[in-house]
């Protein structure tokens, strides 16, 4: 069964610091991986995605993940951190194998509070 | 850039009425999702939506739920009896292809009373 898992419901970085929001899941086949960001009652952003290619897919704002097989992790990171990143990032995941399964396995978020 | 928008921000609605949640997915985009996220709990897909007919839904979308694509631009979804536990923040999407991203509204928080 499709599952995505993201260990930490916070992570509290001060502003300027690296920070990395932690992701592992778990299909069948190859994997879609998403990262989406959620601003208090604002809708899921997407930020950036892995399909195939380079392991370091950079997207949105400053932040890039490493999909990383073996460990079958998708890491979100970003070198420095803004108080304006501080919001609900949420993981996700497709199996491509899956043929007309087109739906999101979700992650339960996790809280990102940059402090000045 | 454009948007999924959805209508309304806020439905409160008495339990076994039915509710509507509206959806205007980006104009070139094929593919149409519904999700939903009670407080504090994951995002949970509903169903999925091409080619006017339901491509998969989830064990949720029982036979009180219901998807339509009434005219060129909107996607609604339709819960016929609500239930207390339907109450949850219902969000659509939309996606071009079925490989790329799926773009999400605002979402409509759904109060059953």
């Known amino acids: 069964a499709q599952s995505v898992a993201q260990p930490e419901d916070q992570v509290n970085v001060a502003e300027g610091n690296p920070l990395t929001v932690k992701c592992t899941y778990s299909?069948?086949?190859?994997?879609?991986l998403f990262w989406y960001v959620q601003y208090p009652n604002r809708g899921l952003q997407f930020l950036l995605k892995?399909?195939?290619?380079d392991n370091l897919v950079k997207g949105s704002y400053g932040f890039e993940a490493e999909f990383n097989k073996s460990q079958t992790s998708f890491h979100l990171k970003k070198p420095s951190a803004l108080v304006s990143d501080s919001a609900l990032y949420f993981c996700a995941v497709r199996d491509w194998n899956a043929g007309n399964n087109r739906k999101l396995i979700w992650g339960l978020g996790t809280s990102l509070a940059v402090n000045p | 850039e454009p948007e999924v928008t959805q209508t309304p921000s806020h439905q409160v609605t008495q339990m076994g009425q039915e509710v509507i949640l509206r959806c205007v997915p980006i104009?070139?985009?094929?593919?149409f999702y519904w999700y939903r996220q009670i407080l504090g709990q994951k995002v949970e897909f509903l169903v999925s939506f091409y080619n006017n007919e339901i491509s998969e839904k989830s064990e949720i979308f029982d036979d009180q739920f219901s998807v339509e694509r009434p005219d060129g631009s909107n996607f609604t979804l339709k819960i016929r009896s609500t239930k207390l536990e339907d109450s949850a923040m219902y969000f659509c999407?939309?996606?071009?292809?079925?490989?790329?991203?799926?773009?999400f509204g605002d979402g409509t928080r759904l109060s059953i009373l």
């Open positions: 999407a939309s996606s071009e292809n079925s490989n790329q991203p799926q773009h």
């Open positions: 299909v069948s086949g190859n994997p879609y």
């Open positions: 892995y399909i195939t290619g």
């Open positions: 104009s070139n985009h094929l593919y």
